[in-house]
């Protein structure tokens, strides 16, 4: 209610000045017709104030009651925004001051499963070559047994064919018959 009486008191002290100037203008001070005239419509004002306090105030009043609480509320809400920004900032910040050691980590893990994935790859390789040097001792020496039982029958049948030669060419019909019967005998007997 107080603020009223302040509204009003500074609004009448303006209508005062306001006259003054008005009056000044014609060179004359104040005339009665000049008094009348400015007293209507300085009451006209008052009316026009009331009626618009009365009818318009509570309203008026709401909507800036209404703007300060909205206005207050929207800088609540920037302020709890900006403190919240802040907070990510800083869990930015100290999420990017932290990458540089996850990076090394990640580095460090990565050069550390590289290189037993090479000694398990040399590993592997020496394995295998073992293998292959096995396989191949073992394949040379079975073309080698092949290549020696190959070659003692080819002695065996030269053997028997030079020796067939020798007996053909020493070994008369009376031997050749004395052979095959003591060879037989020898069959028949065992």
Known sequence: MKRVY??????????AMASFAFASADGALFTAQNLKDYALRVVNF???????YKFGGAKIKA???????QIKQELDDLQ???AAAEKKLKEVETGIANMAQEKKA????????GE???AAIIEK???DAEALKAQAKRTAANEVQAAIDSIRAEMADMVVAAAEKIVAEKLSAQDHEKLVDDYLTKVVLN
């Open 80 to 82: 709890a925004r900006q």
């Open 6 to 15: 302040v509204f009003f008191a500074v609004l009448v002290a303006a209508l």
């Open 116 to 118: 037993a994935i090479k």
């Open 46 to 52: 008052i009316i026009f104030a009331f009626l618009l």
């Open 125 to 127: 390789a020496h394995n």
């Open 63 to 69: 909507f800036f009651v209404g703007r300060r609480d």
């Open 106 to 113: 990640i580095l460090d893990q990565a050069r550390v499963q």
